[in-house]
């Protein structure tokens, strides 16, 4: 392993990876990257991946063009497929002001050069059949969405960065960091130290704990997020076309195909938290205990207008 570097970037996840490749891209010419296990042994491998242009507010409407733009370069720099699936979306408006706060999102992303247009529920239907449009007013349709594979998508980054010279070191958690009387860091691993001007604390659901390495006290909590994956759908499994992403505003709630059936999961008002006293280090890819009474009013309403759940 090396022993110095401009910048050290801590966590192989979505962003540490992005990171290190934007970082060597603009011309830091020696970055490394370290993480302690694998490449995407956080949150990332399980992200539901949903892509999305339109957004409030404007910078962040901003990052997602973006990242639509990114995700096609990297795989063709990595030649890793990020697992795109490029379906459009669908915002549902069952009310006259959810239909408004569209419209003014729709106008302030168009300033950006992000296109989207409203369309009838009976156009709704025909992109996603499995809508039961009877509450539905109207729908905001963008044609730039969809969903990657975003365990595919750390990878491709990874391999675009290793490209441009970063270097990777999998397999070294970070156990230590140091700053000796204002000079450079120095980073401890059980492979070694690197000395490096700079550290990215890009350790995600870990950011408290290699925070405290340095003596800082971030005020951070995860909080648990679900989805659902149902089994084969056969209203989804007789369709000759890809779903579109479908985000219910009202109820927090967005879904997207997965093979035959749909993955399903919203965005609660109010947020259980993990890990109050510290992540596991040990902690990698399992996955939470099933809580699905806990959303259960969410997917009530879904049902509504997605009676295919039933
Ligand atoms: C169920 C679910 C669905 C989601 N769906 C979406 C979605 O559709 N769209 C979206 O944008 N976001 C979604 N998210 C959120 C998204 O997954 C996270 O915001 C994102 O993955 C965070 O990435 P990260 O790189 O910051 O952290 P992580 O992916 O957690 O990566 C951190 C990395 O740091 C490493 N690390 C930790 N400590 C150390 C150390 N001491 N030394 C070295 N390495 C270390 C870890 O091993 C890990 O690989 C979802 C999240 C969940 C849980």
């Not at 290190?20 to 990332?44: C, F, N, P, Q």
């Not at 979306?89 to 239909?99: A, D, K, L, M």
């Not at 209203?235 to 985000?247: A, G, K, S, V």
């Not at 992540?279 to 399992?286: A, R, V």
Request: charged letters at 20%.
């Amino acid at each position: 392993m090396k022993d110095s570097a401009q910048v050290v970037v801590i966590g192989g996840g979505i962003v540490g990876c992005s990171v290190a490749y934007h970082l060597a891209k603009y011309g830091w010419s020696d970055v490394v990257l370290l993480e302690r296990k694998e490449i995407t042994s956080g949150s990332s491998w399980h992200a539901a991946g949903g892509l999305f242009t339109v957004t409030r507010p404007n910078a962040a409407a901003l990052i997602h063009k973006y990242t639509f733009d990114i995700y096609r370069e990297i795989e063709k720099e990595s030649g890793q497929s990020c697992g795109f699936h490029f379906t459009g979306g669908i915002n549902i408006c069952r009310t006259q002001e959810e239909i408004d706060s569209n419209r003014m999102m729709r106008s302030a992303c168009r300033i950006l050069g992000i296109e989207s247009h409203f369309i009838t529920p009976q156009e709704a239907q025909i992109k996603a059949p499995i809508l039961d449009t009877r509450d539905i007013l109207a729908c905001l349709w963008e044609e730039d969405g969809g969903h990657v594979d975003p365990a595919s998508a750390t990878q491709a980054f990874a391999q675009a960065a290793r490209n441009i010279g970063v270097d990777i070191y999998r397999q070294t958690p970070v156990i230590r960091t140091t700053r000796p009387s204002g000079g450079p860091w120095l980073i401890g691993t059980k492979k070694g130290e690197i000395k490096a001007d700079y550290i990215v604390n890009a350790a995600g659901l870990w950011g408290r704990e290699v925070g405290k390495l340095a003596g800082i006290e971030l005020p951070l909590m995860p909080v648990e997020h679900h989805y659902l994956v149902t089994e084969t759908i056969p209203i989804i499994e007789q369709l000759e076309f890809e779903l579109p992403q479908i985000n219910d505003n009202e109820t927090g709630c967005y879904a997207r195909q997965e093979g035959q059936g749909l993955l399903l999961g919203a965005y609660e008002k109010t947020c259980t938290h993990w890990a109050e006293d510290g992540t596991p280090l040990d902690f990698g890819h399992e996955l939470l205990p099933n809580d699905l009474w806990r959303m259960e009013w969410i997917f009530e309403m879904s049902v509504g207008i997605m009676p295919c759940l039933v």
